[in-house]
């Protein structure tokens, strides 16, 4: 895993990325960004904090009646920890990937080894919170692991059918646009890959590579994570970097043995030329 990652930061930094936004952010405006996550971390804490007397009504006129209250009042209670649950779930795993792009932005501005960067530390510690990544041809299917906004299905869906019309300049602003209006989404592994084929159909093969990263990198273990990296490798050939295409594709046999990509991924491989 500690070569991919550094194979996957190599590649990116041999990219032209769009250095004219990130060049343009200062240390100053990334210590801003890291006191924002710090005020929304002490806000969940004040959260956490109680307000006053208890306020649930488990009063009745036999046991019957109390019993029946405090079974509702279980039922909201239960409800309720898990909203919030899920909430605290989806902060901490989008703070987490925004604490990972400070990192990597500091280190390029003060000049490090971005590839000598080790895996983020989970905001909060602790492992980060599982969630459910679709599956599917385009990435779509159950999503039951994981609780979704409203309009969130929907916004996914309209950028999908954007995609298989084959109106790849909205579908590509679609899927952007909807990792923006919900970071952390459980969909958000296949917005990007989608994101990612859009890019590929308006022939823009570097910022396709970065989206199928952005999309392998959000949930490595999940049902997206295979295609992504195949996509990835295959991106990186299209780009002339056939050393490192050559170690993507090959971690895609040995990350997912039994993936239906494994194949696609040597078959490539050969066409590269790849030892």
């Known amino acids: 895993m500690k070569r991919l990652r550094t194979v996957l930061f190599a590649s990116v930094l041999l990219l032209p990325l769009p250095l004219a936004a ?3 952010q200062t240390l100053a405006d ?3 960004e890291l006191t924002v996550l710090h005020v929304e971390i002490q806000r969940l804490k004040r959260e956490l904090s109680t307000t006053g007397t208890p306020s649930a009504d ?3 006129d036999t046991v019957l009646d109390r019993v029946a ?3 509702s009042e279980l039922q909201r209670l239960t409800l309720q920890t898990e909203q919030m649950n899920h909430r605290i779930d989806r902060i901490v795993t989008d703070g987490t990937n925004r604490i990972g792009d400070l990192e990597f932005r500091l280190v390029e501005l003060e000049g490090g080894d971005v590839a000598a960067l080790e895996e983020t530390t989970t905001l909060g510690g602790g492992d980060l919170p599982a969630v459910a990544s679709p599956g599917g041809v385009n990435g779509t299917g159950d999503t039951s692991g994981g609780e979704l906004a409203i309009g969130e ?5 309209a950028a999908e059918k954007l995609l298989a019309d084959g109106v790849y300049q909205d579908a590509a602003e679609k899927f952007a646009a909807f990792n ?3 970071p952390g989404s459980p969909l958000a592994p296949a917005a990007e890959f989608s994101r990612g084929k859009a890019l590929d159909g308006l022939g823009d093969t570097r910022e396709a ?3 199928y990263l952005a999309a392998f990198t959000g949930n490595s273990a999940g049902p997206v994570a295979p295609k ?3 996509e990835l490798g295959a991106a990186l050939g299209r780009l002339g970097q056939a050393k490192q295409a050559c170690v993507t594709l090959a971690e895609v046999g040995v990350r997912f043995p039994g993936a239906a990509q494994k194949a696609e991924a040597a078959a490539e491989m050969t066409k590269l030329g790849c030892s």
């Open 180 to 182: 923006q209006a919900y």
């Open 153 to 157: 299905q929907a916004d996914f869906d």
């Open 228 to 230: 992504a990296l195949l």
């Open 209 to 211: 590579a970065r989206a």
């Open 69 to 71: 209250a405090i079974e």
């Open 58 to 60: 488990v009063s009745g």
């Open 30 to 32: 990334i210590r801003q």
């Open 22 to 24: 990130q060049d343009s």
